[in-house]
């Protein structure tokens, strides 16, 4: 059965450093891309970050850019959001959810998602 | 970036109810479409992807439709775990975008 288990979130004041891991089980882990999707409090979900399962490909959403980095280690199963230069904004639930390729050349969703972690920027 | 727009943004229905969402796209996404259902403190599961294909385990009572810029999720027979909210998402650009939502709510 496929897991995944975000951890590493907490209260950060503004400008400030954290970092989100999730650990995944139950599926080969190399054979998959890897996401960071988070909802903020009263909104949407909003796609934040992708990571292909052998590191060639990474992309980001416009609004963390040049402030987060995803990266991964197949060997332990897991996946990371650097998050630096942390905002108000930034407030959310962070989900990791694998993502899966279909047969059409853009076809690609989200088919497992952990339960989140919770990321407050507050001073 | 591809835009998308649901609408509803929220919807009031009866248990036994039928509803239909719609989502449409700023631009041509082909059928490179998916739907989530999320409730309140879990994770968000998927429903349908390529527009049409319904994911293993989800009731049939689901169905998609649409291509193009112009996408709808159809739910039959509503059932008091259906009450959730619903999203849809693009994978036609790498920058992955969902739609801003639709609560379905009972009335």
């Known amino acids: 059965e496929v897991h995944l288990v975000e951890s590493g979130g907490g209260l950060v004041q503004p400008g400030g450093t954290l970092r989100l891991s999730c650990a995944a089980s139950g599926f080969s882990f190399s054979s998959y891309s890897m996401n960071w999707v988070r909802q903020a409090p009263g909104k949407g979900l909003e796609w934040v970050s992708y990571?292909?399962?052998?590191?060639?490909?990474?992309y980001y959403a416009d609004s963390v850019k040049g402030r987060f980095t995803i990266s991964r280690d197949n060997a332990k199963s897991s996946v990371y959001l650097q998050m630096n230069s942390l905002r108000a904004e930034d407030t959310a639930v962070y989900y990791c959810?694998?993502?899966?390729?279909?047969?059409?050349?853009?076809?690609?969703?989200?088919?497992?998602w952990g339960q989140g972690t919770l990321v407050t920027v507050s001073s | 970036d591809i835009q998308m727009t649901q609408s509803p943004s929220s919807l009031s229905a009866s248990v036994g109810d039928r509803v239909t969402i719609t989502c449409r796209a700023s631009?041509?996404?082909?059928?490179?479409l998916n739907w989530y259902q999320h409730k309140p403190g879990k994770a968000p599961k998927l429903l349908i992807s390529a527009a049409t294909t319904l994911q293993s385990g989800v009731p049939s009572k689901f169905s998609g439709s649409g291509s193009g810029t112009d996408f709808t999720l159809t739910i039959n027979s509503l059932q008091p775990e259906d009450f959730a909210t619903y999203y849809c998402?693009?994978?036609?650009?790498?920058?992955?975008?969902f739609g801003q939502g639709t609560k379905l709510e009972i009335k």
């Open positions: 631009q041509n996404i082909n059928n490179f």
């Open positions: 959810a694998r993502g899966k390729s279909g047969l059409g050349i853009s076809e690609y969703y989200f088919d497992y």
């Open positions: 998402q693009q994978s036609y650009s790498t920058l992955y975008t």
């Open positions: 990571i292909s399962g052998g590191y060639s490909s990474i």
